[in-house]
């Protein structure tokens, strides 16, 4: 299995350009930036141009900044604009693009409708479509003490949601994190043909799951998340492509951004070999 990297993992404050030149000295095949931040990119760095492709890094899923619990007008006006981004993320080689299932909106009002939501997705995924390009819908994971009804936050509601939509470029993100939050689920529910993108990263130990957040997560290997379960599930599903740490740890916040990835490489690199899903040399590109 191969590793990706999020721009979150790495200080916010670092230009993109230099995110994706420190990602590729680590030994990550692939940067998850969305759309805008790749144009950045490489308006700052044109000569960054010459990483991307097979045999240097590249985008395998990359966002185009929507959220589902936007107001009407402004989801309307972010859609108009997405089949621009949709090209440019298309052009660098990505496969595919993250929607998240909201549960309140930037106001705390309370969730569109379900059926908004879902059309929501079904017209972005048509966009998606015509650049080639499949919608990975993430779920936020099961705290108890979230109340049932501020939205779907399980893998088995989320495909639910995903075959009322009902396009075949549309599948689910599977985030350790809140795969572990909602149970630690197995993956054999998610249909065979069905797209997937997996984010990878730890839970902190000692402390009870309705009290996590997503600042609390940890380097992969470094918590309780029974990690070499979930990518043997992974295998077993036959996913091939491959995971993306992220975290927004303020131990790596403070790091440079070349030390920032290689730590993170090497904690998720290591995770793959101890479970057997990769060669001992860290750094080797395959």
């Keep these: ?39 950045i990119a ?4 044109p000569a960054l141009r010459g990483l991307l492709g097979e045999d240097g890094i590249r985008p395998w899923h990359a966002g185009w900044n929507l959220r589902l619990g936007w107001e009407v007008d402004r989801w309307a006006q972010a859609l108009a604009d ?69 939205g779907v936050r399980t893998l088995a509601g989320t495909l639910e949601v995903l075959a009322r939509v009902g396009r075949p470029n549309v599948g689910v993100l599977v985030d350790s994190y809140h795969w572990h939050l909602s149970g630690s689920p197995s993956l054999k529910s998610i249909p065979p043909t069905m797209p997937l993108w997996v984010h990878f990263n730890d839970a902190p130990a000692g ?21 070499p379960r979930l990518l043997t599930e992974l295998d077993a599903w036959g996913w091939t492509g491959p995971l993306s740490v992220e975290l927004k740890h303020p131990d790596l916040h403070a790091m440079a951004p070349e ?13 793959l070999v101890r479970a057997g899903f990769a060669q001992e040399t ?5």
């Design 282 to 286: 860290a750094g080797e590109r395959r």
């Design 259 to 271: 030390q920032a990835a290689k730590v993170a490489f090497d904690a998720a690199h290591g995770v």
């Design 207 to 227: 402390r009870a799951a309705q009290d996590l957040r997503d600042s609390d997560r940890v380097l992969p290997g470094e918590g309780v998340i029974d990690l």
């Design 82 to 150: 997405t089949p621009a981004a949709m090209d440019l993320t298309a052009s660098l080689g990505a496969c595919s693009g993250t929607l998240v299932l909201p549960h309140v909106d930037d106001t705390g009002a309370p969730i569109p409708p379900a059926a908004e939501v879902e059309d929501r997705i079904g017209a972005v995924a048509d966009l998606a479509a015509v650049h080639g390009l499949n919608v990975c819908v993430e779920y936020m994971g099961l705290r108890p003490a979230d109340p049932p009804e501020n």
């Design 42 to 45: 490489l308006d700052q760095d």
């Design 1 to 39: 299995m191969e590793l990706s990297i999020t721009r979150s993992t790495m200080n916010k404050r670092v230009p993109y350009a230099t995110a994706v030149r420190a990602a590729h000295a680590a030994g990550f095949r692939y940067v998850e930036l969305s759309a805008e931040k790749w144009r």
